[in-house]
């Protein structure tokens, strides 16, 4: 017998939407995927074209609900409360979704903004819509957080770990930590982080301190030493699912330091 998926627990910018009261969550189409844009050039003299590039360009996500009350003034409160929960703008629409090896639902979030209801019933002191949402994000992540590497006590000047990621979408990002507990002979240094698979890496050159930390944030795009962004060279990495690893290099006299990669999957 295949699992049955409940969205009881579906929630927006942290409330559950089954806390209106006599409020049911009946459905919700997060498996439909993100729309593709497709950009298309012409070829000389055939009969085709080429694909120059495709980008997810936009996801809306429709959640069926019911409210039952007694009354029709009850229901009319329910219905107030409902539109109160749902004015904030690019929030957390956390929704359960997907079977894990355990048979349990995982949870995926995504940054939503309600646009429209669809009313379907509306019969005394019974109400039956379409909240209609759009994502300023094309992709959802689960809300729990994997952890790919998580190494204290390293001291060799390169280091390389092996992982696998998990996901849908064609590029996963994680956020990397690097925290300094000893170094010496810091000053004008280069440290290089990167993804042997696709060459792309970044180099932060800078006088580095013990007690520094360094974060790569493949997600927001940025790299911060202690909180700061920070100038750098090359292309922040990024991973394919499936295998992958990790590489970090410096030239710095000597050093200890803490390494952490973590991320949330995301799916198309």
């Avoid at 950009?39 to 809306?60: E, M, P």
């Avoid at 696998?164 to 290089?192: D, H």
Wanted: glycine share 6%; with cysteine; charged share 15%.
């Amino acid at each position: 017998m295949q699992p049955i998926i409940t969205y009881h627990a579906t929630t927006f910018n942290g409330t559950a939407l089954s806390s209106v009261p006599g409020l049911t969550v009946l459905a919700c189409d997060v498996y439909r995927p993100a729309h593709r844009e497709v950009s298309l050039a012409k070829l000389a003299r055939v009969d085709s074209r080429r694909i120059n590039s495709t980008f997810f360009d936009s996801r809306t996500i429709t959640i069926a609900v019911g409210i039952r009350a007694t009354s029709r003034p009850l229901l009319e409160s329910a219905l107030d409360t409902l539109h109160q929960m749902l004015t904030a703008v690019e929030s957390n629409l956390v929704v359960t979704q997907g079977i894990t090896p355990a048979q349990a639902p995982t949870f995926r979030r995504y940054t939503a903004t309600w646009v429209d209801s669809k009313v379907k019933v509306d019969g005394g002191s019974y109400y039956e819509t379409d909240l209609v949402f759009e994502c300023s994000d094309s992709f959802g992540y689960e809300v729990s957080p994997t952890t790919l590497v998580s190494a204290s006590g390293i001291t060799a000047a390169t280091r390389t770990d092996n992982f696998t990621i998990r996901g849908s979408a064609r590029w996963q990002v994680p956020i990397i930590t690097i925290t300094y507990a000893a170094l010496t002979g810091g000053t004008g240094k280069n440290v290089t982080i990167g993804n042997p698979s696709n060459g792309q890496q970044i180099v932060v050159n800078r006088t580095w301190s013990i007690n520094d930390i360094l974060v790569v944030n493949a997600f927001d795009k940025t790299v911060r030493v202690n909180g700061s962004l920070v100038a750098f060279s090359g292309a922040i990495p990024e991973w394919t699912i499936g295998s992958g690893s990790w590489s970090y290099t410096d030239d710095i006299t000597s050093r200890t330091f803490t390494a952490s990669l973590v991320y949330s999957p995301r799916f198309i």
